[in-house]
């Protein structure tokens, strides 16, 4: 397989006052054409400059990140990114948050409205097109969310801890629906949690990062897919990963 | 009006539990109805007392009485003086008032748009801002004459700065990730401007319109006070002259229904543009 995403000692600092604050060290990355690698990591670590940068959102104080082999300056559509926290724009109702990508790509009204109707039935959403996000449950409008990074039809997805606020029960049903929606879809998804769990359930590769983005462990999950949550919590194998992991935080943290 | 205050309860495939309500009339207006009949109460009683107090209590050459001034009105409606009157003002306020919040809505976007700028102004607009427009009048007759024209400036420079203001302050509080999220999805910044600092910033241009409703009437009959032979400001200076209470007041009434009816056009604005907002956050 072909490497998509290249990260080559990528660096962020911050500048506060008179100080720089360092927020990612000389990381270095690289994701594979439609691999699901997840990105394990304690808060403060990094993770999500790491992600700012891949998407083009900020800018590296030094290092690169090239895509398809060109440096990336900017966002570009075939990357999306899901944030943290909810940015659909509150005066749009669930229809018009899904079509706006569509809308920026200048995208016939009648080709947005089907396409935005085929993803709300895809995250389960019938019968919400015109209620506004504030009238929605926080769970809704991860699908919301989700549905609107679906839109425009990238080839690769960054996440922020897209369930991180989310009560257990909730998290596994998206967490199930975002396999379901990414299987033979051929995207790549670099995803980002800190919830050990979370990343073997997902991923095919776990990266675990310590402190400012240094990189403790980069393993290959070959768990058998589809997967299961509840019976992957007593297999042995998973058992052995969770151990792995959590050593290797604890490392990371030091 | 929309009354969900709560998200909709859903089941775990995502789909809401709506159900219909049986509400009877009173269920669904009683509120409304209650605190409308609370408010002609009040005014009734006020009248009321106004009436029987004035010539008691009151000296009603200085305190008029609600009788004189009712038939002071139905006589000025009678001999047209009333309507004469209302109209140069209300020219003066709807031309002052358009004027003053389009410039202000336009230069709020704009200066906000351009932060450099907008640091080197600001001190200078504060400062502008805080002279009592009132003391602008009188360079305002020597500018632009005693005509109608000086009447609409001094009200479009009262109502300018309130809509300015506000609309900066939208601008300014609009939230980072819906901006960062339009350029994730390859916006310019000409989408960022449409589709997210304009309709964020509404909020904020909707107070300033709100609370420069008053102060396009203040600019009006400043104006008219200062200098005028027309107008409900000339109206008022001219029954005082005559010692006329019931004439001022009657006076005030029409400024006042006419305030009213602005305040209800605005929300009418306003309702249409804050759809989306929850139902206790609308005014």
Redesign the interface.
Known sequence: MSTLLDVQGLTKQFVKDDTGIVALRDFNLQVEKGSFVTILGRSGCGKSTALNLL?G?IRPTSGTVTYHGSPIT????EI??L?Q?D?L?????VRRNIE??M???GAPAQERRARAMDLIER??????ER??P????G??RR?VSLARMLV?DPETLLMDEPFGALDA?LRT?LQAELLRLWQDSGQTVVFVTHDIEEALLLGDRVVVLGLRGRCVLDREIDLPRPRDPDELRVESNFVALHREMTEALRKGAR | MST?TE??K?D?????DVVALQRSWWERNGRTTSIWSARIALIAGLIAVWQLAAGRIFDPSFTSRPSDIWTRLVEWNADGTLWMHSWITLQEVVYGYALGSAGGALLGFVLTSLPTVYRVLDPFIMALYAIPKVALAPLFIVWFGIEMDMKILLAAVTVFFLVFLNTAAGVREV?R??I????????GPR?IAL??VL??S?TGMLTGLKVAIPYALIGAVIGELVASNRGLGYLISNSAAQFDTAGVFATLVVLSVIAAILNFLVGLLDHRVS????AEART
């Open positions: 998407s959102l900017g966002p570009r559509t999306s990114y944030t926290s940015t724009m509150p005066w749009r109702d706006m990508p809308e920026i790509s995250v389960g959403l019938t019968g919400f209620h506004y504030r009238e929605l449950s769970g809704m699908r425009g029960q049903d | 969900m998200s909709p859903t775990s495939a995502g789909r809401a939230d990730g819906l960062d999220a339009v350029r994730l999805m390859g916006g989408d589709k997210v309709p964020a509404m759809r989306w907002k929850p």
